[in-house]
């Protein structure tokens, strides 16, 4: 039962274009979303996140949206870099409980 | 300024054998998570603590088995390696809203 998605297995764009990453959830009682960023044989690292009373967070190149009504949230980079090439999780707790859900993931590759 | 440290990196098990991944943070965080990541399922936890002496499964716990004897330290035990165990496992701690995690161990069981 899979309650953060991300459909997006992989994503390609170029470099100093906009990727967006996407995230869908079932619970409504998440209130706390969260995106990790990971490069290959290193852990997740925080990247941004944003809580349930707003609908967007902003963190230089990173904006993360949130559509409650939809359970759906994105990721914006731009412009994007190479570097930015890493797979994306997107996660989710809720205030009432003790646990993170995350989604598949979605690898973005960045084209120079 | 070391954060989560996860050991070893990589380990090869037969099936059956049995090992512990250690997991030490020095953020004196309270909470405390072991994952593990298979390709294209994500993260799925299998325990999590919140504290010294209280652990809770999470949604794979099968298989495994952990402690917390101390803030600083929560290894995971796998007790008789099966080939479904083939994984990356992670170790995270939890600051506020946060998670941090380990650098991971890449476990073959074959």
């Known amino acids: 039962d899979q309650q953060v998605k991300q459909n997006s297995p992989s994503l390609s764009v170029q470099e100093g274009r906009i990727s967006i990453l996407n995230c869908d959830y079932t619970n409504s009682m998440f209130d706390y979303f969260l995106w990790y960023k990971k490069y290959p044989a290193e852990g997740p690292t925080f990247l941004i996140s944003?809580?349930?009373?707003?609908d967007k967070n902003e963190d230089g190149r990173f904006t993360v949206f949130l559509n409650k009504s939809a359970k759906h949230l994105s990721l914006h980079i731009v412009p994007s870099q190479p570097g930015d090439s890493a797979v994306y999780f997107c996660?989710?707790?809720?205030?009432?409980?003790?646990?993170?859900?995350f989604g598949t993931g979605t690898s973005l590759t960045v084209i120079p | 300024n070391a954060g989560v440290t996860q050991t070893p990196k990589f380990r090869i098990l037969k099936i059956g054998q049995s090992m512990t991944l250690q997991c030490t943070q020095d953020m004196n965080h309270n909470y405390m998570y072991w994952y593990r990541q298979d390709p294209g399922m994500g993260l799925k936890l299998i325990y999590y603590s919140v504290g010294a002496g209280i652990t809770d499964k999470g949604e794979v716990p099968n298989g495994y088995n952990v402690s917390r004897s101390t803030t600083e330290d929560f290894p995971l035990r796998l007790e008789l390696a099966a080939p479904s165990q083939t994984s990356v496992y992670f170790c995270a701690s939890r600051g506020g809203e946060k998670l941090f995690f380990g650098s991971g161990t890449q476990l073959s069981v074959l």
């Open positions: 996660a989710a707790s809720s205030n009432t409980g003790n646990q993170f859900y």
């Open positions: 944003i809580s349930s009373i707003k």
